[in-house]
Each structure stands twice: as structure tokens, then as C-alpha cells.
């Protein structure tokens, strides 16, 4: 849906001891949102943060805050995350029964609303909520951990999906081992929104996250142009 790739940093490999100071320096480093992945040690195997840290580092910056929810059920806590902040809420259609009824509920909220999929859900379950939705998130490593490898048989399902979406405007959302080296490759297939944590935050300082999303950048910006 882009003409360029937004990228997205994963707060999940921030330095947590500083969190607020290194949201401001990856924003400077060249952000367009900032993800957060929330995962509650149920629907995923690892937790991480809920509304309070996220409230606390919104005035950090004016970005996009973009919530990814690796709950269940989500349901009870989406108004929490909205009155926290976030601007997209992103929850998973494996992790509640009324899809549907869960992405009009964020609407209700005034937030975008966008869907995830593990890498073994096929994209046919969201075939009757595209009306719903503002974003698609599709993983490619498995959710629960940072740091995983990228599953390359993901890239034929970001074709099905952009073919899915046809004029709508939808953006899609990879996350899980974005590299500038598979980047290109999700970019090619339709992808406009690229997730990086590890990839984004190596080095520690400012000006390595500058190079670091220069880097991704440069190589899903040159596979969209391709691909166009």
C-alpha cells in the first residue's frame, strides 16, 4: 500500500533499563512507527510488558505506536491498550473465538485495527474480514521470542494476501527475522511494513540503529521499486 517501506522497530530488543531514551533515539535513527509486542507467557511462551510501560514512553514520541497483541483473550484488554496510546491494534486470529467482533470493537475504540497470523494459519481466515481491517500482520518466525530465524515458506503467503486485498487499503505487516537480506524478498511479494527488532537495535547506540534501518531500507525500497 506504500511507495516506500515503513519501518517499524521491535522495542522487544531495547535496552528495557532505558526504554523512553531509546524509543527517542531510534525515532531519531530514522522510525516510522514504533512496535510493541505484548505477549502474555499463555498464548505465547514469554511475557513482556502490558498498558502501563506503554502509557509511560507515549509522550517519548508522536510516532506510531503499533501493538501487536500476543494475548488471549484479548477482548477484555483492548481498551486498555487504546487509552494507553497505541494507534494500530494488532490481535491474532488464533487467539479468540468472534474475529469479526473483535475488530469492531477496536474500530469502536478509534484505533486501527489489523490481524495476525502464525506461519501454519492460512490466510483464508481472514477472507471475511478484510472490510475490518487496516493491517495485516504476517509472522514469519514463530511469536513468543525475538532473535528467531526467518521462515521463507511465509513469502508465497504475503503474495496470497496482497491478492487477497486487491484495492483495499490495507498495509502488510512481516514480523520475525527481518534482515536486509530477507527483506527484499517479503518487500518483492507486497510487503510495505517491515518489523525489526534485533536487526534494528544491534550495536547499542544512535547511529548504529541509523545504519542499521539504512541498511533495510535501501534493500526493501529497491525489491518494492522492482516489483512495481
Not at 95 to 108: N, T, V
Request: with cysteine; charged share 20%.
Amino acid at each position: 500500500m506504500s511507495e516506500k517501506t515503513i519501518i517499524a522497530p521491535s522495542v522487544l530488543s531495547a535496552d528495557f533499563s532505558r526504554l523512553g531514551e531509546e524509543v527517542e533515539a531510534v525515532c531519531r535513527a530514522g522510525a516510522d512507527w514504533i512496535h510493541l509486542d505484548v505477549m502474555d507467557g499463555h498464548f505465547v511462551p514469554n511475557i513482556t510488558f502490558g498498558p502501563p510501560v506503554i502509557k509511560a514512553i507515549r509522550n517519548r514520541t508522536d510516532k506510531v505506536f503499533d501493538c501487536h497483541l500476543m494475548i488471549a483473550p484479548a477482548d477484555p484488554f483492548l481498551g486498555a491498550f487504546a487509552d494507553a496510546g497505541c494507534d494500530i491494534i494488532t490481535l491474532h486470529a488464533e487467539a479468540g473465538p468472534h474475529l469479526d467482533r473483535s475488530l469492531q470493537a477496536i474500530r469502536d475504540l478509534g484505533r486501527k485495527a489489523g490481524v495476525s497470523l502464525n506461519p501454519s494459519t492460512p490466510e483464508s481466515v481472514i477472507e471475511y474480514v478484510l472490510d475490518r481491517l487496516d493491517l495485516i500482520l504476517l509472522m514469519t518466525v514463530n511469536p513468543g521470542f525475538g532473535g528467531q530465524a526467518f521462515i521463507p515458506s511465509v513469502i508465497e503467503k504475503v503474495w496470497r494476501v496482497k491478492s487477497m486485498i486487491g484495492g483495499r487499503p490495507i498495509h502488510i505487516e512481516i514480523d520475525g527475522g527481518v534482515t536486509p537480506e530477507t527483506a527484499p524478498l517479503v518487500a518483492a511479494a507486497g510487503a510495505d511494513v517491515l518489523v525489526a527488532g534485533s536487526a534494528v537495535f544491534k550495536g547499542g547506540s544512535e547511529e548504529a540503529y541509523a545504519r542499521n534501518i539504512a541498511a533495510i531500507r535501501a534493500a526493501s525500497d529497491g525489491a518494492m521499486k522492482k516489483a512495481a
